[in-house]
Antibody, heavy 118, light 107 residues
Framework: EVQLVESGGGLVKPGGSLRLSCAAS????????MNWVRQAPGKGLEWVSS????????YYADSVKGRFTISRDNAKNSLYLQMNSLRAEDTAVYYC???????????WGQGTLVTVSS | DIQMTQSPSSLSASVGDRVTITCRAS??????LNWYQQKPGKAPKLLIY???SLQSGVPSRFSGSGSGTDFTLTISSLQPEDFATYYC?????????FGPGTKVDIK
């Protein structure tokens, strides 16, 4: 069974940092591009970042570029999101998602909540 | 960046109704369009990929069509479990974007 389990969310002050993790199991993690998608409370889905299977290609939404860093460790079947210079508008549930060849996300984690507030 | 719009933003329908949701891209995205269903407090679920391909395990009452800039998601006969919010997403650009969502609730 495919499982994606996010962790690392919590309450952080504006300007602070947080590192999210996503533990993958049930599939060959090293074969898939992975993504982070977030959802602010009561709002829609926003794509945050993607990383190719071998980390050769990395992309960010303009809203997080220069502040967030996506990475992965294929030996540990894990995906990460380092979030720096956090702002109130980064408050959201962060999901990790497995990508298929068409660019669709067909496996999702349960999400982890990040709250940026003083 | 490619902007995605959806219409309507919300709709009320009854069980058994045929429901159509429209998604439009700000530029041609060929068939790189995906549809998701999300229920409150849950992660999104992939319904349709590549504009018209049904994800495994998704009921056949869901269908997708379109190419270029205009796409539709159709639910042929709305069931109680289909009341949810639906999002389109383009995967043509490496900078992915979602539509704002369409909430389907009970009339």
């Amino acid at each position: 069974e495919v499982q994606l389990v996010e962790s690392g969310g919590g309450l952080v002050k504006p300007g602070g940092s947080l590192r999210l993790s996503c533990a993958a199991s049930g599939f060959t993690f090293s074969s898939y591009s992975m993504n982070w998608v977030r959802q602010a409370p009561g709002k829609g889905l926003e794509w945050v970042s993607s990383i190719s299977s071998s980390s050769s290609y990395i992309y960010y939404a303009d809203s997080v570029k220069g502040r967030f860093t996506i990475s992965r460790d294929n030996a540990k079947n894990s995906l990460y999101l380092q979030m720096n210079s956090l702002r109130a508008e980064d408050t959201a549930v962060y999901y990790c998602a497995r990508e298929r060849g068409s660019g669709s996300y067909y496996s999702w984690g349960q999400g982890t909540l990040v709250t940026v507030s003083s | 960046d490619i902007q995605m719009t959806q219409s309507p933003s919300s709709l009320s329908a009854s069980v058994g109704d045929r429901v159509t949701i429209t998604c439009r891209a700000s530029q041609s995205i060929s068939s790189y369009l995906n549809w998701y269903q999300q229920k409150p407090g849950k992660a999104p679920k992939l319904l349709i990929y590549a504009a018209s391909s049904l994800q495994s395990g998704v009921p056949s009452r869901f269908s997708g069509s379109g190419s270029g800039t205009d796409f539709t998601l159709t639910i042929s006969s709305l069931q109680p479990e289909d009341f949810a919010t639906y999002y389109c997403q383009q995967s043509y650009s490496t900078l992915r974007t979602f539509g704002p969502g369409t909430k389907v609730d009970i009339k």
